[in-house]
Nanobody, 116 residues
Framework: QVQLVESGGGLVQAGGSLRLSCAASGRDFSGYRMGWYRQAPGKQRELVAA???????NYADSVKGRFTISRDSAKNTVVLQMNSLKPEDTAVYYCNARLQTIFNFWGQGTQVTVSS
């Protein structure tokens, strides 16, 4: 059974940092593209950052220079380091694992709240 379990969310003041982790289990995810998405109330889910199986990364313009995504393929984990957080970063953050258009898995989400 495939599971993606996020951890590390919480409440932080503007300017602070949080580190989100995603533990994937149930299969070998080394060939998957791993990503973090977020969804704020009343808004669509959006891509925050993604990392390919080869380590290439891409980020939403709104988080470039503040967030860093990394992965440990041997451990099936992906981490999102979030610095200089802003109130507009408040959202539920979801871990995603995707293999082309064949497989697409989601975690249950973790709440990140940034107070001003």
């Amino acid at each position: 059974q495939v599971q993606l379990v996020e951890s590390g969310g919480g409440l932080v003041q503007a300017g602070g940092s949080l580190r989100l982790s995603c533990a994937a289990s149930g299969r070998d995810f080394s060939g998957y593209r791993m990503g973090w998405y977020r969804q704020a109330p009343g808004k669509q889910r959006e891509l925050v950052a993604a990392i390919s199986s080869g380590g290439s990364t891409n980020y939403a313009d709104s988080v470039k220079g503040r967030f860093t995504i990394s992965r440990d393929s041997a451990k099936n984990t992906v981490v999102l380091q979030m610095n200089s957080l802003k109130p507009e970063d408040t959202a539920v953050y979801y871990c995603n694992a995707r293999l082309q258009t064949i497989f697409n898995f989601w975690g249950q989400g973790t709440q990140v709240t940034v107070s001003s």
